[in-house]
């Protein structure tokens, strides 16, 4: 899996692909076609987007003029991918907010109708469980919703109190049933794409491999 960043640098305050500015959303589309040319070279099969652009005052901005150039960026990134011959598929990660008020691609099921809408579906697909357990009810309908759809390529895994916020805790230490069932829904589908941990050690354990050991004997389990 490989991914930029596209949200962090003030240059990126109103949004990348999602900016009011074209000349800032040209740059968002370079940026991201540097990184995939170092993918294609490290044989990486997954780029994933963290679509982390909103709004937090609804008149700011248009959310269909929005939608309409992430959709354009995302074609020519896609046709990109294409012309050169690189063996990658785009996954777009929803979260529901984060690092704005609000998110235009909250939820895997707006995600799914979004890649709908562009040119190269096939090439494109959603990612994630985690972030969207912030919403109820509980997310693994919407995680199901993706293997059957057949656009589900890379899972983030990793806990966190119902209703919280992006707390990244270890896989299954406040929610092992739901941990439970969705491991099992992947090994019972044999889903075939990537599985990673979107988590971080505690501040207070000296050893980050003790984390990672921890994490992967619950997945195992």
Known sequence: MATTNLFYHPVFKDGAFTSTDPAIRAYATQKVMAAV????????????????????????????EAG???REALNFLCEYVIANGY?????????????RGDLFLPTVGSVLAFI?????????????????SRWRPEPLPRVRSS??????LDVHLNGQKPLRFDQD??????????????????VEHEYPGTIGFDAHPYRTEADPWDFVDRNMRTTRS
């Not at 070279?41 to 269909?64: C, H, I, N, Q």
């Not at 293997?147 to 589900?152: C, E």
């Open 68 to 70: 309409k150039w992430f």
């Open 147 to 152: 293997p059957r759809s057949g656009k589900l």
């Open 116 to 132: 709908a809408t562009l040119d190269h579906p096939d090439i494109v697909a959603s990612i994630r469980k985690r972030h969207t």
């Open 37 to 64: 040319d170092v993918a294609a070279d490290l044989a990486t099969e997954v780029f994933v987007f963290w679509a982390a652009r909103g709004v937090e005052v609804d008149s700011s901005k248009d959310p269909v």
């Open 169 to 186: 805790l270890s896989f299954g230490s406040d929610d092992l049933k739901e941990a439970f069932f969705t491991t099992k829904l992947f």
């Open 87 to 99: 063996k990658i598929k785009f996954s777009i990660e929803p979260k529901p907010n984060e690092p």
